[in-house]
Each structure stands twice: as structure tokens, then as C-alpha cells.
């Protein structure tokens, strides 16, 4: 009888087949952006019919119609398809928006200085849909007529790479937030905002150089002790208030030097929780480190003060055997007031526009099932008028 021979693998990596390998491995993942990307421009933004935006209006289609029929009228009219319909593109959605809703007009649209309110997204935990929440907030909230600016500051890029840029072919170092960083010159976050597919939102991308603030920050402590370094981005961001509605700050996952001076340069926070019980005991650890970070800038004599902290329970599963329901009754005991009544579902839709490197906001009437995505999209459009209503105070006192 022979005996079975095995054959041992040398299973060893060096540094050299490491960088083989990332080479090899660049090339798949740039292939397959090119299948879901493909053809350029990459990405589209999503057409909206009459009933949609005359939803977004808050006001019937009837009257939409009339509105749109009134002579002398300066809204956009559409394009006009079959039995009369309309399709309307996102830049016209966005002006019958401004024009004809009762949503609270932002000082932007009536040729002032903005005043723009700065919203972080922030979990420590990968995969809590933090970059995606991002992005729908500021979709969402550009859909109510408000100019946004997304600035990824997470070396991942997964955001720059949502509004259709590949990172690491279209984006350098120095078209990220960078160059402000190393040399705190404001004129360089002006030449790195670009215009995305999406209207009325603006993008500051990221790349994987980002990470190189990891290192400058702590040496630029080392050398002047007196030098505060979670006021870098803070102080970046206020120049840039006067023309924007809101500033979205989508962090990396973890409490990096860059993360904190987006915390410390935020108006307001958003974290993302997951129902699930590894994602929970994260989001405390999160709280206690930067609760010590926290008292050390006090005692610098730092003041921070948030207009609000909301926790909005995402990706929840509503199956039978989901663990949401106990890990929810978790969070309502531990962030009470903070946390949001609002929950985002999880969603097929979701999941796979997801695949196409999209978000719920990218699909149009017809895409998928109408059902499914208004399940998808009604909680982030509740969720982005709940946002939009803690400052429409703060614009009615500034006219």
C-alpha cells in the first residue's frame, strides 16, 4: 500500500511579495471599477418625475402642473414624455425646490453669505455605514434645496470614490485637504473643492496620503508644545462656511488625529450604529476615548460644545431571529435623548446599489421596486428634514 504523499507549501510572505501582490491586486480592483463605473462620466445622478418632485415640494402634483403651466413661470419645465408626463432632471428638481417649497431659505438663495453648519459622521466601527450615511445626508439635504460639501477625510477614499472618483488613479495628495494641513494656508482648501456629479454638492476628495497626517500632527506637537492641533481643520473650515448650507465631515474609523479635529470642528454629530453587539460595545469604547481626549483639551482651555450628538440606528435587520430588538434596548439605556427615533432599514436596494459603488439617493423611479425604495429612502429623506430643521431657526434670525 502506498502511502498518500502531501506535498508542504511554503507558505512564507516577504516584504517583496507583499508589494507584488498589492500590484496584482490594483489591477483586479481597477478592472472591476471600470465594469461598475463604466462608461465615463461614471456616474449619473437619478431623474425625478412630476409626482416626485411635487413630493419633494410638499405640495400635489396638481398644483405642480399648474405652477408649471402659469405664464410668465421661470420653473425649470421638465421634459415633457408620453401622456403628458414630465421627467425632470436633478438640477431642475432642485430649483422647483427652492422656488415653490416652504422650506426655510437659506441665506444663500437670497445672494448673502452663507452661514454653513458643519456635521460630522463618526463611528469607530468599520462597516457602520458610516461613508454611506455620510453621502446620503448630504445628498439628502441637498435634495432640500441646500449647497453641501462632502470632505472625505478617511485615507480608505471610500467617499471621494461614492461621488464616482477613482482614488487612486484621479486623485493625488495634493488635491486632498493636505496641503491645508501641512501648511495651514486657507487658499489651498479653495483649489482642491471640486464640482461632483451631483448637484449641489461640492467634494474635497481623499487619497491614501491622508494618512501621512497621522505623522505631522504629533510632530508639529512634539515641536511646540503649545501648538493645538485638533484646531487645525477648525480653523481651515470657518473660511469656508460663507458658502455652503452644510459641511459634511465623513471620518476614518477610529480616533485618529484627523478624526478629532473633525469632531472638534463640527457643529454636530452623527454616529451610525449597527444593532449589533460588537458594533454597541464599539460605539462605548469610542465615547470613552474621547471622553479622555476631551478633558485633556478642557484642561487646556478648550470649549466644545455641540449643537447635537444623534445616534441613528442603520442597517437594521427586522427578520425573526435579528438581534436589533435587544441590542436597540441597549442603546436607548445608554444614549437615551441622543438616540434618534428614526432607524434606516437594511435593504437589498441598499445592498445592491451598493455593489455599483452607489447610494439609495443615485436610483431612479423604475430602477427597482417603487415599494422597496421608497422603504429604503423614506427614513434618510425623514431623517435629512429633521437635520435641516434644527437650523432653519438659525437662517430666519440671520435675514
Known amino acids: 500500500m502506498v502511502a498518500n504523499l502531501q506535498v508542504k ?31 465615463r462620466p461614471r456616474k449619473t445622478p437619478p431623474v425625478f418625475t412630476s409626482a416626485q418632485v411635487a ?34 432632471t436633478l438640477p431642475e428638481a432642485r430649483q422647483c425646490v427652492q422656488q415653490i417649497s416652504d422650506i426655510e431659505k437659506s441665506p444663500l438663495l437670497v445672494g448673502k453669505p452663507g452661514s454653513a453648519k458643519i456635521l460630522v459622521v463618526a463611528n469607530f466601527k468599520g462597516g457602520s455605514t458610516k461613508t454611506t450615511t455620510a453621502m446620503n445626508i448630504a445628498q439628502g439635504l441637498s435634495l432640500l434645496g441646500r449647497k453641501c460639501l462632502l470632505i472625505d477625510l478617511d485615507p480608505q477614499s471610500s467617499a471621494t470614490e461614492l461621488c464616482g472618483l477613482y482614488a487612486e488613479q484621479d486623485v493625488r495628495e495634493e488635491h486632498t485637504i ?3 494641513i501641512y501648511e495651514g494656508n486657507v487658499a489651498d482648501l479653495d483649489a482642491v473643492i471640486q464640482t461632483t456629479y451631483w448637484d449641489g454638492l461640492d467634494l474635497i476628495p ?7 497626517a497621522e505623522f505631522h500632527l504629533p510632530a508639529m506637537t512634539s515641536r511646540d508644545p503649545g501648538f493645538r ?9 470657518d473660511h ?50 474621547f471622553s479622555d481626549m476631551g478633558t485633556t483639551f478642557v484642561e487646556r482651555g478648550e470649549q466644545k460644545t455641540f449643537d447635537f450628538i444623534s445616534v441613528l440606528l442603520s442597517r437594521v435587520d427586522r427578520g425573526a431571529a435579528s438581534a436589533a430588538p435587544v441590542v436597540r434596548s441597549w442603546a436607548q439605556r445608554a444614549y437615551a435623548d441622543w438616540m434618534h427615533t428614526i432607524e434606516v432599514p437594511a435593504s437589498s436596494v441598499a445592498s445592491t446599489i451598493g455593489l455599483a459603488l452607489g447610494t439609495v439617493h443615485d436610483l431612479s423611479k423604475g430602477d427597482v421596486d417603487d415599494r422597496a425604495l421608497a422603504r429604503a429612502k423614506e427614513p434618510l429623506t425623514a431623517y435629512c428634514q429633521w437635520i435641516d430643521e434644527q437650523y432653519t431657526d438659525h437662517w430666519r434670525a440671520s435675514k
Open 229 to 237: 492641533f485638533w484646531n487645525v481643520l477648525r480653523n481651515g473650515l
Open 178 to 180: 493636505l496641503p491645508f
Open 240 to 289: 469656508l462656511r460663507d458658502r455652503y448650507d452644510y459641511i459634511v465631515l465623513d471620518s476614518a474609523p477610529s480616533l485618529s488625529y484627523m478624526t478629532i479635529n473633525a469632531l472638534m470642528a463640527a457643529d454636530a454629530m452623527v454616529m451610525p450604529l449597527v444593532p449589533e453587539s460588537l458594533d454597541f460595545m464599539s460605539s462605548v469604547s469610542f465615547w470613552s476615548l
Open 55 to 88: 413630493d419633494m415640494c410638499g405640495i400635489e402634483r396638481s398644483r405642480l402642473n399648474y405652477l408649471l403651466n402659469r405664464e410668465g413661470t421661470s420653473l425649470p419645465q421638465g421634459e415633457v414624455r408620453g401622456n403628458r408626463s414630465r421627467i425632470f
Open 206 to 212: 481623499a487619497h491614501t496620503a491622508l494618512f501621512s
Open 9 to 39: 507549501i511554503d507558505r512564507r510572505v516577504d516584504l517583496a511579495q507583499v508589494a507584488d501582490f498589492a500590484r496584482r491586486l490594483e489591477t483586479v480592483t481597477n478592472e472591476l471599477r471600470d465594469q461598475i463605473l463604466s462608461p
